[in-house]
């Protein structure tokens, strides 16, 4: 029961960050930040503050460790995923983008969580 109830908590304060980012972003120009910044960062900073509150620092520390190892993975996986795309189509470049991702991902947490 607790962790349902920390999923719906998660996902409440979710949509809360996500429409107070979306607010902020309304004043950015160009508009195309809007969706940048009312995405991932939003929900990362909610999930992280519940986090806090039920599970204490060191969980949250471990989760933020994880958010970052994963945004290198995505941002490796999105800069090759843009060539392979260009050069050899989007079916490849969709199973480059998966491959490439847990690769990076995989690694990165050997490395540097063990």
Known sequence: ????????????????????FALVSETLKPKRFAGLFSAAPSVALANLAVIVAAKGHAEAIANAR???LGAAAFT??????????????????????CGTWILVALSLSALLMA
Do not use: D, T
Request: aromatic fraction near 4%.
């Open 66 to 68: 994880g958010m970052l």
């Open 1 to 20: 029961m607790k962790a349902a109830v920390l999923l719906g908590l998660k996902a409440a304060n979710g949509g809360l960050f996500v429409v107070a």
């Open 76 to 97: 490796a996986s999105a800069a090759l995923g843009a060539v392979v795309a260009r050069r050899r189509g989007v079916r490849i470049s969709n199973f480059v983008v």
